[in-house]
């Protein structure tokens, strides 16, 4: 009769038979963290992550041409134009993976802390490569009118920050919609300007007693180790641009997907993602360039 009771139990649940529930913790955790780590991809125009899904490679996306008005003559006709638009085709053509061999999966699922681990290093090398990818769109910006260049090198000023934002409001973009991404070298360096950091000025709130940066001239800064930092002449070390400035869509969110080995006794994991991006205007963005 004890024989029978313990039949009655049924089959216990292993890594075999768990295997389809691995991937979804596994990619809430990912995606979870990933969106943390990132920068880039939070201040430029995603709003066409929702129309790629699951279909097309290439996306056109107008440019309008301005209006001109006219002056309205006494007993005459209104005189009609046409514009032509231009576009920028957004391409998804980037698919990025990260992939592990985890063994005894059952004692991961079981210990949070090293599930945490596994994840957040998958979501970190995803996030930093779309980071990666979005600094390059914003690197690629064709127009020497939009360029400040830095008096010394890894260093920045008000003044320079002031001609960022002149240029941009000359071109008519609301610099209140703007943001900053600088080199940790030039966050830093702002600490030392008076201008924004004079407890004097600002207050308890000021960064010398925060030691945090949020806003300059209104416009929220940011930091991140995916620009490069480099000596060389007319290197980027930090931009200024407005959301509109380059469009990036994600065609397939993070998913993970795995199998379990026999071989390895052990459960083979591939989180994944597919994304595409383009930059739209040159005339929005500046760039802040080592002299």
Not at 28 to 50: N, P, W
Not at 164 to 192: F, I, K, R, W
Not at 257 to 265: A, K, T
Request: charged share 20%; with cysteine.
């Amino acid at each position: 009769m004890a024989f029978a009771s313990q039949q009655s139990q049924g089959s216990p649940v292993t890594t075999t038979t768990a295997a389809n529930y691995i991937p979804e913790i596994w990619s809430d955790g990912i995606k979870a963290y990933m969106e943390k780590r990132l920068v880039f991809e939070q201040l430029v125009d995603t709003s066409l992550s929702g129309l790629v899904k699951g279909r097309g490679d290439v996306f056109h996306i107008p440019k309008l041409a301005a209006d001109a008005d006219a002056a309205k003559q006494a007993s005459t006709p209104v005189s009609f134009s046409a514009n032509t638009h231009g576009e920028s085709q957004l391409t998804i053509d980037q698919h990025r993976y990260v992939a592990k061999m985890v063994e005894d999966m059952a004692a991961t699922q079981a210990n949070p802390g090293l599930l945490e681990k596994e994840v957040s290093g998958m979501g970190y090398a995803l996030a930093k490569q779309i980071d990666i990818f979005i600094e390059g769109l914003l690197e690629s910006q064709a127009s020497s009118d939009y360029k400040v260049s830095l008096a010394t090198d890894y260093q920045i000023t008000a003044s320079e920050i002031r001609s960022a934002l002149q240029l941009l409001m000359e071109n008519d973009v609301p610099t209140e919609e703007c943001n900053m991404v600088l080199h940790p070298s030039l966050y830093v360096h702002l600490l030392s300007i008076s201008d924004f950091v004079d407890a004097s000025k600002y207050g308890a709130g000021a960064p010398a007693a925060t030691g945090e940066i949020g806003k300059i001239y209104g416009v929220p800064v940011f930091t991140s180790t995916n620009i490069a930092k480099a000596a060389d002449t007319d290197t980027e070390m930090g931009y200024m641009f407005h959301p509109s400035a380059v469009s990036f869509a994600r065609q397939i969110d993070v998913r993970t997907q795995s199998e379990y080995s026999v071989d390895y006794l052990g459960q083979k994991v591939v989180a994944d993602v597919l994304y595409g991006g383009v930059k739209v205007f040159d005339d929005r963005i500046v760039e802040f360039r080592n002299p």
